[in-house]
Each structure stands twice: as structure tokens, then as C-alpha cells.
């Protein structure tokens, strides 16, 4: 089924556009949980919040051509907010790893003066990406969006893991550069 006919079905409250949904983008949703939370149980517990959370934002909102980021975007704030609930309880997890590697962007306690940062860091990152060419963008997309592993961007581009590490660091100092230049950092 067609994403516009999905959204129709969430707009017309019709219960079974949640069956729907889980069928057609389940697996994915939960592949992208794991990757955060790292159990399945808590993955499983993230996409089923993620469908109530889409079932009470449509409406208003009409993901009719982007149903899947729509989605992608909710499961992944959920699975984060879980790990780092889980977090606090000093449980371990390879988002230390991720988390080094972007460390430029860690902020302080929430305050206003920090979602006006966290506004123009997005904006700039935004610009950054679009500037790259699509592999470069795809890449940089997998590895801090999707949370995959080195290994698995590797096999999905067919490059070796070496040049998808040097393809990373460069991005990252590049995006750095441009952070200093537009006066985030």
C-alpha cells in the first residue's frame, strides 16, 4: 500500500493503518531502535510508542510523502529518550562511541540560549549536507541518523572500512570548519 493511502487511512482514524504501518515499515523501524537501545524488548516497546505517537500527530500532520522519516524521526527521538533514561541507570552502549565522535556538538543543561544554538547548529549542519554530494551525504546520513557501524556503511557503499573511516573524519573536520565559520563554535 502506498504511503498517501496510509496517511488517508490515519486521517479517516481507521485503526487498521497501524497494522499497516507495522507491516510495511516495522522491521525498519525496529533495525533503527536496536541500533540505539540495543535490546529487543526495548526496541519493540519504541516502535509500538512510535505508532501511538504517529496516530495522535496525524493530524495535524500529513506525512503523505515522507511517512517513513516521519516515522524514523519519532522511533529515533523515543529510542534515544530510552537510552539515555537507561543510561543513568550506568548501563553501557556503543552511543559513547557516536557521542565522541560528534562531542563538538554536546551541549550544556536546557536552557534557551541553548535552543537557539541547537537552531542554528541544525541550520548549518543542514546547509553542510546539502553542499556534499549525495554518496558523501548518504554516508554521513548513516553513520549519525541510522546509527550504523562503520562495517555496515563498508558493505552498503562497497567501500572499504579504512576509506569510510578518512571519508568520516574529513566530514567531521570539514563540518567543524564550517560550524567555526558560521560562529556556532
Known sequence: MEDEQIVDMYLARDENAISITGQKYGRSLTGLSMKVVGDYGAAEECVNETYLKAWNSIPPHEPRTYLFAFLARIVRGLSLDHYKKERRQKRQSNMVMLSDELDMFVA????????????????????????????????????????????????RFGFSQSKVKSMMMRMREQLKKRLIEDGIL
Open 108 to 155: 550544556g543543561p536546557d536552557t534557551t540560549e541553548k535552543v537557539i544554538d541547537n537552531m542554528a547548529i541544525s541550520e548549518s549542519l543542514n546547509r553542510f549536507l546539502r553542499e556534499q554530494p549525495e554518496e558523501k551525504r548518504d554516508v554521513f546520513l548513516r553513520r549519525y541518523w541510522f546509527f550504523d557501524d562503520i562495517e555496515e556503511i563498508a558493505k
